[in-house]
């Protein structure tokens, strides 16, 4: 089953970070597992020109995601509207917006590389 995993964050108190991915409830499950079991804190994500975001723990990074059950309907017209634009770095996590997939992708069990 697909979810939207939407992600919120604060930088600097300058700029909200917003963005979403769609992924399958497995791997966002077994990516975050093994996130809490092997990342070293503190994280950092780098975008924009040169703002990098500072995660202090997991409980830090993890509570800036939520998983949304949405429609497969309601996914589909995500995915096709806003997450077929770029290549991504995991492909079986499909983001939009500020989403730090580049922070993730090294947390996805290799299984669900595709």
């Keep these: 089953m697909k979810i939207l995993i ?3 964050d604060n930088w600097a108190d300058e700029t909200d970070l917003n963005g979403f991915a769609i992924v399958e409830l497995e791997i966002w ?4 597992k093994k996130l ?3 990342a070293e804190f503190p994280l950092s994500w780098y975008f924009g ?14 509570r ?15 995915e096709k ?8 770095s995991v492909p079986t996590l499909k983001s939009y917006g500020h ?5 993730l992708e090294d947390f996805v069990p290799e299984r669900y590389w595709k």
Aim: with cysteine.
């Design 29 to 32: 499950d077994a990516t975050t």
């Design 6 to 8: 939407k992600y919120e």
């Design 99 to 103: 989403f730090p997939d580049s922070v």
């Design 49 to 62: 020109t040169n703002e990098e975001q500072i995660w202090d723990s997991k409980e830090d990074f993890l």
């Design 81 to 88: 509207e806003f997450c077929n634009q770029h290549t991504y």
């Design 36 to 38: 809490e079991e092997k």
């Design 64 to 78: 800036r995601f939520t998983k949304i059950e949405t429609s497969d309907l309601q996914l589909a017209f995500l």
